[in-house]
């Protein structure tokens, strides 16, 4: 049983345009939500965080949003750029469960000029 | 500053053997986590290590255990390989009193046969 869902395998989307990747959890334990971007033959790099006493997280580019009671987040990506091709992995904690990570299964985003 | 360094990138085993990984963390960093990627999926947690002790476990079977040296590094060993087993293994290190930051190195791409 998934804790955590990425429903979107892939996304493609125009440069210069929102990405809208999206990201559904089941566990209420959850209280530390991180996105990760991943390259082809590279570990997962850390993109952004938000903890569930927020609701949003902005770092230039990139925000998550967070709606608790619905367990759903989403990252928005504006304006997307080429080099943002990627997947894009959610990945949740719970302060009980210490520094284990459980990951969704990934959203390949693609960029198109 | 070096990254996580992980060995070796590839490697080919046949059914049934055994297999060593090797991981050192990023400089500074005390915790090490291991994670297996099988295709298409996100990383699961297999588990982590911090003072040379196993400190939490994800749901994985004995033949995968561990180790993690004074100087921080650490080997995940898989006994009894099957051919399930092939993914790619990654290794993150973090610091212990910070929850949350992974660093990952970029895998071992484990291929059974």
């Known amino acids: 049983d998934q804790q955590v869902k990425q429903n979107s395998p892939s996304l493609s989307v125009q440069e210069g345009r929102i990405s809208i990747l999206n990201c559904d959890y089941t566990?209420?334990?959850?209280?530390?939500f991180l996105w990760y971007k991943k390259y082809p033959a590279e570990g997962p790099t850390f993109l952004i965080s938000?903890?569930?006493?927020?609701d949003k997280n902005e770092d230039g580019r990139f925000t998550v949003f967070l709606n608790k009671s619905a367990k759903h987040l989403s990252l928005h990506i504006v304006p997307s750029q080429p080099g943002d091709s990627a997947v894009y992995f959610c990945a949740a904690s719970a302060l009980d469960y210490g520094q284990n990570f459980v990951f969704g299964p990934g959203t390949r985003l693609s960029v198109l000029p | 500053d070096a990254g996580v360094t992980q060995s070796p990138t590839h490697l080919i085993k046949t059914r049934g053997q055994q297999v060593t990984l090797r991981c050192s963390p990023k400089?500074?960093?005390?915790?090490v986590s291991w994670y297996q990627q099988a295709l298409g999926q996100g990383p699961q947690f297999i588990f982590q290590?911090?003072?040379?002790?196993?400190?939490q476990r994800g749901n994985f079977p004995d033949r995968f255990s561990g180790h993690q040296f004074p100087n921080y590094s650490s080997e995940l060993n898989v006994n009894a390989l099957l051919l399930g087993d092939s993914a790619l293994y990654l290794c993150?290190?973090?610091?212990?009193?910070?929850?949350?930051?992974?660093?990952f190195g970029s895998g071992t791409r484990l291929t059974v046969v």
């Open positions: 290590y911090y003072e040379e002790e196993e400190r």
């Open positions: 566990n209420s334990m959850f209280d530390y």
């Open positions: 993150a290190s973090s610091l212990a009193r910070q929850s949350y930051g992974y660093t």
């Open positions: 400089s500074g960093h005390d915790t």
């Open positions: 938000i903890s569930s006493i927020k």
